[in-house]
C-alpha cells in the first residue's frame, strides 16, 4: 500500500508532499482509496462533503464503528501525517481477516477530504462540513491563493459543490471513531512507547494580518518617508514569539504573501498568516490579543494600515473518556503496563467529531518528532505496532 502512495503528489525537488484538497493530486488519492477499498471487497462511497468511506456491513445498520484519517498534506509535508492513519486501516481490516475476527457490526474506513486546509485556509473542511461545524456560506466564500472559490474547485474536480452540508444521519449511524495518526512530537519517544492514546488537543487557530503600506522605490525612497509594511510583519513576527513563551504556548507566522514581491520595491502589503496554540483557551486569549495589540502598536508607528481576520479556529477538544479508557484497556489486557496518554497541539478530524460522536486517537512513535516536513518519519516497526494496536481496538469495538 505504501508503494503505491508513495509517489502520488510528491514534489521531486523537495521530497514533500502537495495533495492539496480537489487538485490532481488529491484525485490520485482518492484513486488510490477506492482501489485499496475494492481489491477487499469494501463498498466505497463518495459522501456530499467529499469525504470517502468504505463499508464492510450495510451502514444503515448503524452502531457502525469507523477509522481512518485524511490523505491530503501541507506544502512539503510528510508521508505519514494522514495516510498512516488511512494505510493502517486497511492494514488492520487485514489483520482481522487473518485473526478470523466475526464483525458484529458495520467497520468502515474514512478519507476525510481537505483536513490541512492547505489550499483554502480552514483546517478540517471534510469533517466541519459533516458536523455541520462549516456552513454552507462560509465553505463557499473559501478562497484559494489564485482567488479560485472552493465551490468552483469543487466543481472542476467533478464534485457537485450544490450538495454540500451537515450529514448528522450519517454521524448518528457511527457509535465509535477511531483515528490513528503518526505522533507530531516526541513524548512517544520519550516515553519508549510505540504507541498512545490522545486525551485532548489544544485550541488553535490561523489568523490573517494584512499589513497595508505605500509602494515606493527602494532605493530612492528617505527612509523617513517610508511607509515599509515589511517593518510591521517583521516586529510582529517577533512579538508572537515572545508572547507565546512568556505564556506557555506557541505560535509562528509560516506563510506571508508580498505584493509586489519586487526586490527593488518597498512592497504595498504584507499578508502574514499566523498560526497559535495553547494550552487552554484563556492562555491562547492573552497570547493572541497581545500579538494583535502589538502589531497595531507597530503598523500605527510606520504609518500602516492593519487588518486582522481569524481564518480557522478550533476550540479545545477533551477527548471521551469512556471510549478512550475502553481503548486502554483493550491495549493493555490482563494487567499489561498501560498506555501513555497523551495532549497533543496538532488538529485532527477526530477531533472535530468529538462534538458530535465518541471519538479517540492512537498515536504511533514519531522518533523525531518532526512533522509537516519532508522528514517526518515513523519506523516499519512502530507502524506495524500501530496497524495491531488498531486491529485489537477494532475487534474489541467491532467484533463482540
Ligand atoms: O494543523 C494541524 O494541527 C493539523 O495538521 N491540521
Ligand atoms: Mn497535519
Ligand atoms: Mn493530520
Known amino acids: 500500500m505504501w508503494r503505491d502512495l508513495q509517489p502520488l503528489g510528491r514534489d521531486q525537488r523537495s521530497g514533500g508532499y502537495r495533495r492539496y484538497a480537489w487538485t490532481s493530486a488529491d484525485a490520485d488519492c482518492r484513486a488510490w482509496f477506492r482501489a485499496q477499498a475494492e481489491s477487499r471487497g469494501l463498498h466505497c462511497e463518495l459522501d456530499r462533503n467529499g469525504n470517502q468511506w468504505a463499508w464492510l456491513g450495510d451502514p444503515s445498520a448503524g452502531r457502525a464503528v469507523v477509522t481512518g ?91 457537485d459543490p450544490e450538495a454540500i452540508g451537515p450529514a448528522p444521519e450519517r454521524l448518528a449511524r457511527i457509535d465509535a471513531f477511531v483515528e490513528l495518526h503518526v505522533e507530531q512530537g516526541r513524548a512517544l519517544d520519550l516515553s519508549g512507547d510505540p504507541v498512545g492514546l490522545a486525551s485532548a488537543i489544544w485550541p ?97 508607528r510606520h504609518g500602516l494600515r492593519l487588518d486582522v481576520v481569524r481564518e480557522s479556529f478550533t476550540p479545545v477538544v477533551d477527548f471521551a473518556d469512556s471510549l478512550r479508557d475502553e481503548l486502554g484497556r483493550l491495549l493493555a489486557p490482563d494487567g499489561a503496563p498501560p498506555v501513555p496518554v497523551l495532549g497533543t497541539g496538532a488538529g485532527h478530524d477526530a477531533g472535530i467529531l468529538s462534538g458530535r460522536i465518541p471519538t479517540a486517537m492512537l498515536f504511533v512513535r514519531n522518533p523525531t518528532g518532526v512533522s509537516h516536513s519532508p522528514a517526518e518519519h515513523a519506523g516499519e516497526d512502530d507502524c506495524l505496532a500501530g496497524v495491531r494496536a488498531l486491529a485489537d481496538v477494532l475487534e474489541g469495538l467491532a467484533c463482540t
Not at 468502515?108 to 483536513?115: H, L, T
Not at 478540517?124 to 468552483?152: I, K
Not at 514569539?241 to 508580498?258: S, W
Not at 509586489?260 to 498560526?275: H, T
Open 204 to 300: 488553535h487557530g490561523r489568523w490573517r494580518y494584512d499589513f497595508h503600506g505605500e509602494a515606493n522605490h527602494a532605493g530612492t525612497t528617505r527612509l523617513v518617508d517610508r511607509r515599509d509594511p515589511m517593518l510591521g510583519y517583521a516586529e510582529t513576527v517577533l512579538a508572537a514569539r515572545r508572547e507565546a513563551e512568556l505564556a506557555g504556548a506557541v505560535a509562528t507566522f509560516g506563510k506571508i504573501a508580498v505584493e509586489p514581491n519586487g526586490v527593488n520595491a518597498i512592497p504595498s502589503l504584507v499578508r502574514g498568516w499566523l498560526d497559535s496554540r495553547a494550552p487552554d483557551q484563556d492562555t491562547l486569549d492573552t497570547v493572541v490579543g497581545a500579538v494583535q495589540a502589538a502589531a497595531r502598536e507597530h503598523a500605527d
Open 69 to 159: 484519517s485524511h490523505l491530503d498534506s501541507v506544502p512539503d509535508g510528510g508521508a505519514f501525517d494522514g495516510p498512516l492513519g488511512v494505510v493502517s486501516a486497511f492494514a488492520a481490516l487485514d489483520e482481522l481477516r487473518s485473526r478470523g475476527a466475526e464483525l458484529t457490526r458495520p467497520l468502515g474506513i474514512v478519507n476525510f477530504g481537505d483536513e490541512e486546509g492547505a489550499r483554502f485556509g480552514l483546517a478540517c473542511v471534510g469533517s466541519r462540513l459533516t458536523a455541520g461545524a462549516l456552513t454552507r456560506e462560509q465553505a463557499f466564500a473559501l478562497r484559494d491563493g489564485d482567488g479560485l472559490t472552493l465551490p468552483a474547485a469543487m466543481e472542476a474536480a467533478g464534485h
